[in-house]
C-alpha cells in the first residue's frame, strides 16, 4: 500500500465516515421507530442478513464474565484473538488485524484508493460498503456487470482492468445476489491479476457457503502479497450488535492498515472480543446455525416453486428473488406489517430476503403471498 500523508488520511476518513452514518442511522432509525409500534407478534426482520440464533451461549457468557474487565483495553484478548485465528489458518498473528467488524477494513481499503485518486473495480451490483468510502475520498467506481445467472463474472472483471484500477473488489458469496464463485476459478482469477492492483475478497457469509471455510482465500496471502481477505462475527456467529470482525492479509498490508486504523486496533472492546474467542470454538452452534438456516431457505424456496417466481440458489443466509411477480410496492406493505425485507436501489427487478427462524419465514411466506400477482 502506497505512502499517505496523515492530515489528507484523517481528513478523508472523517468525511467518508461521517456521509456513512448519516446514511445508515436514518435506516436504523426508521427500524426502531418500527419496532416500538409493533404489536402483531413482533418485528420480523429480514432485511439485514442477522443471525437469528446468535450469539453462542458460550460467547454471552464469556462477555458477562469479561464486561467487569471493561475498564482495560483488549489487548490482550486481542492477541490471544490473533493467535487462535492464526493456529487455526496455518498463518502468523502479524496476517491478521482486529476491527470493529469487516466494515472497517473495507473503509481503510476504500479511503486508500480514493487518496490516491484510483479506481475501484467491483462487480456489480454486490455491497457497497467500501464503494462508498472510496468514491467519497476521491475514487472512481468502475462496475462490471454480473452473469445472466447473478454470478460474479471473473473473466470479464479481468478484462476490465486498466492503468487506473488500484483495487478489485469480490464479494464471495456475492451480497445482495446470494452466489458463489468456483473456489479454483477464483484462485486462477486472483493468480492472474496484475501484483500492483490489490484484491479485497469480503467473506462476510463464507461459512453459509457450499465449501465453508475451506473455500477460503486466507491461504494464499503470503503466496498473493496483493490479496487482503475480510471476515466478521456479525452474520454466522450472531454478533452483530457486538462489532468485531478482521483482516487476513501478507504482514506487509497489515502493517499498513494498522498504522493507519483510526483506533490502532483498539476500537473494538473486551466484550466483543471474548466473544468472538467463545464463539470461534463453539462449532456445534456454529453448524446448527447454518442448518437452521438451511431449513428457513427451503421454505422460501418452496413457496417461490409453487408460485413460479425465481430465485437465486443461495451460498449464504438470504435469498435473492426476482420481483416482478410481486406487487411493486411489496416492500413498504411488509413493513406495515412489521415484516422487513430489502430491496436497495441499484436492485431493479428483485428483492432480498434475510433467512430468519423457521416459524418467521413461514409468517413471511404467508404474509407476502397476498402480494404476489397472478
Known amino acids: 500500500m502506497k505512502d499517505l500523508t496523515r492530515r489528507k488520511w484523517l481528513q478523508n476518513s472523517l468525511l467518508a465516515s461521517s456521509a456513512f452514518l448519516i446514511s445508515g442511522s436514518q435506516t436504523l432509525l426508521a427500524d426502531t421507530k418500527l419496532k416500538s409500534d409493533s404489536t402483531n407478534n413482533g418485528l420480523i426482520r429480514l432485511n439485514w442478513n442477522e443471525n437469528p440464533y446468535g450469539p453462542s451461549p458460550r460467547a454471552i457468557q464469556a462477555v458477562n464474565d469479561v464486561i467487569v474487565n471493561s475498564n482495560r483495553y483488549p489487548d ?13 489458518h496455518g498463518l502468523q498473528k502479524i496476517n491478521f488485524l482486529i476491527t470493529a467488524g469487516s466494515t ?22 454486490s455491497f457497497p ?5 472510496g468514491e467519497t475520498c476521491g475514487a472512481s467506481i468502475r462496475k462490471v456487470d454480473l452473469t445472466v445467472d447473478h454470478k460474479i463474472d471473473l473473466k470479464a472483471v479481468l478484462d476490465a482492468i486498466s492503468e487506473k484500477t488500484e483495487l478489485i473488489f469480490i ?16 484462485v486462477s482469477f486472483c493468480k492472474s491479476v496484475p501484483s500492483e492492483v490489490l484484491i479485497c475478497v469480503d467473506e462476510a457469509y463464507i461459512e453459509y457457503s457450499k465449501n465453508g471455510l475451506k473455500g477460503s482465500m486466507a491461504p494464499y496471502v503470503d503466496e498473493m502479497s496483493n490479496l487482503v481477505i475480510c471476515r466478521t462475527f456479525s452474520k454466522a456467529y450472531g454478533m452483530a450488535g457486538l462489532r468485531i470482525g478482521y483482516a487476513i492479509s501478507h504482514s506487509d498490508n497489515i502493517v499498513a492498515m494498522a498504522i493507519r486504523h483510526p483506533g490502532w486496533e483498539l476500537s473494538t472492546g473486551v466484550a466483543p472480543v471474548a466473544a468472538a474467542l467463545a464463539s470461534y470454538n463453539d462449532v456445534g452452534f456454529l453448524n446448527k446455525c447454518i442448518s437452521k438456516n438451511e431449513e428457513g431457505r ?10 413460479g417466481i425465481g430465485y437465486s440458489p443461495s ?16 416492500v413498504s406493505k ?8 430489502t430491496k436497495w436501489p441499484d436492485m431493479k427487478d428483485h428483492i432480498r430476503i434475510s433467512i430468519g427462524k423457521p ?16
Not at 298 to 307: E, F, L, N, P
Not at 315 to 330: A, L, W
Not at 334 to 341: A, G, H, Q, T
Open 76 to 88: 490482550a484478548l486481542i492477541a490471544e484473538l490473533k493467535e487462535l485465528l492464526a493456529s487455526d
Open 104 to 125: 472497517e477494513v473495507l473503509s481503510l481499503l476504500g479511503q486508500h484508493v480514493g487518496l490516491m485518486n484510483g479506481e475501484i473495480l467491483t462487480p456489480y451490483p
Open 129 to 133: 460498503t467500501m464503494l462508498r468510502f
Open 171 to 186: 464479494c464471495n458469496p456475492n451480497n445482495p445476489t446470494s452466489t458463489e464463485v468456483d473456489h479454483e476459478e477464483l
Open 298 to 307: 427451503q421454505i422460501v424456496y418452496d413457496a417461490m416453486d409453487r408460485w
Open 315 to 330: 451460498s449464504t443466509n438470504f435469498i435473492y428473488v426476482e420481483s416482478s411477480r410481486f406487487q411493486k410496492d411489496v
Open 334 to 341: 411488509l413493513r406495515k406489517e412489521n415484516v422487513l425485507i
Open 359 to 374: 416459524d418467521e419465514m413461514r409468517i413471511f411466506v404467508n404474509r407476502i403471498e397476498q402480494y404476489v400477482i397472478g
